[in-house]
């Protein structure tokens, strides 16, 4: 068996697995307010041609993959949600519990697997392991594995467009194979959030960065974005009165997250090797790549953030929420793998870089796995 298959093997039975984890939360989580509202104004209430044409859900994003996909279950009457339900707010109804968050369990757990199967390819077994673990060490991952809304549709295809996106940072040949894959990813994402243009803004300046010039190409990478606007345009849009607030970020970002991608970087900034300019690897340069992406997906959300800063009121009615920038959650997790194997290509030259690696390591995802438990037993109290 070769090494391509034997992963493949794992990979399906690691989805098998955490599948089993995803429907294990969705059969103890009670459906909570916002899952019936979707359910019962957005999929049972609008027809497909209606989601198409962007007519508004009252959700706030009227892109229409995520609704489309739930509509399958207008045919299973079991799982239909009433008005009696909505106004009551909650739903521990488990039949319905399990078969409204099918889709949302395969695709969280299917970005998963992707990326330990990437990176475990791409670089080594330990790096898939070291991927997986960073994303279990996730608390946005577990408060939105099983959530009937359009959140682990982001991550999916989140996850998919930053692979795609490392694979052409590593030359023209991959830029030539990857484009159209990218293209496509990029309309997946806006056919599921608008807000997900930035990701699309920010996918195409990396491409340049990484030396596309074919204007056509550029431009069908970025054509997503004028899907995005049509979306966050068309329909009538509820007045809320936003206000915001900066932790919406370290929710998908956490600090200990952070803390191991700068105290990396000042390692590696001091590392003898680096200095000497006498490491050169793959890791580095799709990592500074991806971090230019990173950084521009920050930016743009920012901006986002402070444009709701501008019109903020005092009525404060309704906040924007971390769940709104769950794409960093992924990009966050994609970035410490890519700084770790770096850190770890330069360690093999320096016996004193390596053992202050490994600590570094084991002590920050010690504190990444307690910090993870205690928001999910916290969110979770249900299991």
Not at 130 to 137: F, S, T, V
Not at 218 to 234: E, K, S
Not at 292 to 313: H, P, Y
Request: charged fraction near 15%.
């Amino acid at each position: 068996m070769t090494r391509k298959s034997s992963l493949q093997l794992v990979s399906v039975l690691l989805f098998l697995v955490l599948c089993a984890v995803g429907f294990r939360i969705a059969a103890s989580k009670p459906l909570w307010k916002d899952e019936l509202y979707t359910q019962n104004n957005a999929v049972q209430g609008m027809s497909s041609v209606r989601l198409l044409v962007g007519r508004n859900t009252g959700e706030g994003n009227n892109a229409p993959l995520f609704y489309l996909i739930q509509q399958w279950t207008k045919f299973v009457p079991d799982v239909l949600v009433s008005n009696e339900l909505e106004k009551d707010a909650i739903c521990a109804d488990m039949k319905k519990m399990l078969l409204l968050r099918i889709p949302s369990v395969l695709f969280m757990s299917a970005a998963l697997v992707l990326l330990f199967f990437f990176f475990a390819m791409e670089f080594s077994v330990f790096a898939g392991i070291y991927a997986l673990l960073c994303a279990l060490a996730s608390p946005m991952v577990w408060l939105y594995w099983a959530e009937a809304r359009p959140y682990p549709l982001v991550v999916f295809f989140t996850v998919v467009q930053s692979l795609i996106l490392i694979k052409m940072s590593r030359g023209a040949d991959e830029r030539d194979k990857r484009w159209p894959a990218l293209v496509i990813v990029n309309f997946l994402l806006v056919f599921t959030s608008y807000l997900s243009m930035i990701q699309v803004l920010g996918a195409a300046l990396v491409c340049w960065f990484c030396g596309e010039r074919l204007g056509k190409r550029l431009a069908w990478i970025l054509a997503p974005v004028v899907v995005a606007l049509f979306y966050r345009f068309q329909g009538v849009h509820e007045a809320y009165d936003l206000f915001f607030q900066w932790s919406y970020f370290l929710d998908n970002i956490p600090l200990d997250r952070i803390a191991f991608c700068a105290i990396a970087a000042l390692i590696l900034f001091v590392a003898p090797p680096m200095k000497a300019g006498i490491v050169s690897s793959k890791e580095e340069q799709v990592l500074g790549h991806y971090s230019r992406f990173l950084l521009l997906v920050l930016i743009g959300f920012s901006l986002v953030l402070l444009m709701v800063k501008v019109q903020e009121t005092h009525l404060k009615q309704l906040g924007l929420h971390s769940r709104f920038f769950i794409a960093l959650t992924p990009m966050g997790i994609i970035e410490q793998v890519l700084v770790a194997l770096c850190l770890f290509r330069v360690a093999i030259r320096e016996q004193w870089l390596a053992w202050s690696a490994l600590a570094m390591t084991i002590l920050l995802s010690v504190i990444a796995f307690w910090h993870t438990s205690a928001q999910v037993v916290s969110g979770l109290k249900f299991l």
